[in-house]
């Protein structure tokens, strides 16, 4: 299971909404084996007004945050993270500068989903990859 967030200023992000969802869901799927037909993606567009940060960033500054099922290994973790900021550089022309990528993992038990807690549910796909 996976939730995710995309933050950014709402006259770079709304644009490319489709887009950048579309290439963080192919880089969910190659690097961690998701499912193709799982896709959960939250755009926050804000005011410029509304979003600070740091000095060298510009307004293309995206913050993706994905929250997930524990059970993925280091080494698929950074798979994602790295694929995230080849295919965001080269199909949406943001530097890895301006992109920040945040993984949050908690216990199946954590999550409630489909009326039960995540431990009890059958997924049709390995977590552990």
Not at 47 to 70: H, P, Q, V
Not at 89 to 98: A, F, H, K, M, N
Not at 113 to 123: F, K, Q
């Amino acid at each position: 299971m996976g939730q995710i967030k995309i933050y950014g200023v709402k006259d770079q992000l709304n644009p490319i909404k489709e887009t950048i969802s579309s290439v963080i869901h192919s880089c969910m799927v190659d690097a961690l084996e998701y499912p193709s037909d799982k896709k959960f993606h939250r755009f926050f567009p804000m005011d410029k007004s509304d979003f600070y940060f740091a000095n060298g960033r510009t307004e293309a500054y995206t913050i993706i945050e994905i929250s997930m099922f524990e059970g993925r290994t280091v080494e698929a973790k950074k798979r994602l993270i790295k694929l995230l900021f080849k295919r965001i550089s080269t199909e949406l022309e943001i530097s890895p500068q301006d992109l920040e990528i945040t993984i949050f993992e908690t216990p199946k038990h954590n999550w409630g989903i489909r009326g039960l807690p995540g431990d009890e549910l059958v997924l049709n796909y390995e977590v552990n990859v």
